[in-house]
């Protein structure tokens, strides 16, 4: 878990959203991606209730998965 940089508190989840990158573009592969946001929790700190962070997780790659199918012997 992220911490803020301002008063150290651990930071908290507020709202998960995914993403995707080249969606609309035949060329490139499809990426979708996890963001999490995270607020800082402490009243005291400026950041309080703000987005501090967003943690980005790949969780789908177009390029991957068709390397998967392919395998070792595509060239
Ligand atoms: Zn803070």
């Known amino acids: ?5 301002l008063c150290k508190t651990e930071l908290f989840l507020s709202r998960s959203y995914y993403t995707t990158e080249n969606d609309h573009s ?3 592969p499809t ?5 999490v946001e995270q607020r800082c929790r402490n009243r005291q700190c400026t950041h309080y209730n703000r987005v501090v962070d967003v943690e980005k997780q ?18």
């Open 31 to 35: 990426k979708v991606f996890l963001n």
């Open 1 to 5: 878990m992220e911490r803020c940089p």
């Open 58 to 75: 790949l969780v789908y790659d177009e390029a991957a998965a068709i390397e998967e199918q392919t395998g070792a012997t595509a060239q």
């Open 26 to 28: 035949v060329d490139l």
